[in-house]
């Protein structure tokens, strides 16, 4: 082996640790992808030592410097953990259920943090988003129905987040703003996230990391002026509770954990830095760092979402409100209790919100960009993709906004139907995704291992049964008279059939059919 070449020290200082500059590379101009080259953040070599490692079949030493580096897409990917409809659910399972539902809140940001680990391990080995995988693993048919479900999702998900926004607006304009308004001022955001774009992914990325710690202050804020109970917090954490009162909320917190489109977002999140995917160790490292960034960032979501729960525990909890909070009034609520102050609690909530749903919006857009690009290969100039993305969602958000900003009643049906629409679409993106890691032919030495898979399976069977738990309670209330009964069995018998159509491509479960029905019942390709 030959032995390290000398670096000067103009070659010290000319390697930069952190560049977004251009890299020549070849590329096929036919294929969409997430980031283009000169987009992407180089990991560049920072110091002689690291030439030791430049066959890069050895992963590198850790390193504080490249750590920070790679942090970002974890945090933007844990915006979808923080979003209004998952802080809906965090102050309604406080309300309703005191802190007896924290230790769900904790097993369920594990289990989301799994999953999300499998997805950007899928776009660090392949150097391909989950949605460019669907377009090429699957048939046609299967391609644009895992697309329209996909772009379903992000919809009902971008609903929830603009009029999260809207309401913050209408809070912190002391009404003068009604929710169209606001709907409209949050859809300048496409506009302002094209803007940032155009400084480069750090800069973005540094906006959003803005984002989550005004939403951190706002909610640890209200956590000191109300003072929820230590001692209550750490037995909600640390002994598990549940009771027939509380199923509910225990569902909604465990089924809000995994959004399809966070999924599809964080394998392409991860492409925005410079990785030699032919290089087993540079991959390798790679996973590594984005293994310790997402943890760190799921942690951070977890204690703001802990922040929501204990504070309408301690301001809700056993009150004769608890069972009609919801976004619009729970400042209000927690106004009336705890009174104005230096800066009263009903405009910290709102500022908080609406760092929430401003952040969920722009990665909702990004989201957009990567699904529609990826299922149907389009290489669309930015602007003109997050404008058709932002539409889909603004235009049935404006429609939304118009005919429920009657009452508030109407806005709590509205936000149990989209937590119904992503209940649906979950096995959407999880299915295509445990498939995707376990292949070969995909992964390489990369795909997960047999107690890996084990987890990932058990974490998405029991996210569905929860979800599917809901859907039935739903459905029992909502769905009334023969005929609605009748199309609403042949759409769940049609759903159920494209489930068990995904399932079965997948090759542990295939294997297993293929030994019971080996004429070759099961289909298992293309």
Known sequence: MAPPREVSREDEEDSLLLREEPIPEPEDEKQERAYETSEKVVIAIEDRESLEFEDYSVTPPFSWKKLWLFTGPGFLMSIGFLDPGNLEGDLQAGAIAGYTLLWLLLWATVMGLLIQLLSARLGVATGKHLAEHCREEYPRWASFLLWGMAELALIGADIQEVIGSAIAIKILSNGYLPLWAGVLITAIDCFI???????GVRKLEAVFAVLIGTMAISFAWMFGETKPSGKELLIGILIPKLSSKTIRQAVGV????????????HSALVQSR???????????????YYTIESTIALMVSFIINLFVTTVFAKGIYGTDKANSIGLINAGQYMEEKYGGGLLPILYIWAIGLLAAGQSSTMTGTYAGQFIMGGFLNLRLKKWLRALITRSCAIVPTIVVALIFNRSEDSLDVLNEWLNVLQSVQIPFAVIPLLYLVSKEQIMGTFKIGPKTKMAAWIVAALVMVINAYLLLDFFRAEVTGLLVGLIVFVITAAYASFIIYLVARVDTVSTLLNSIWPKGSVVTGN
């Open 193 to 199: 996230f094209l803007f940032l774009e155009n400084y």
């Open 254 to 265: 465990v089924g809000c954990v995994i959004m399809p489109h966070n999924v599809f977002l």
């Open 274 to 288: 410079k990785i030699d995917t032919t290089k087993k160790g540079r991959v390798q490292e790679a996973m590594n």
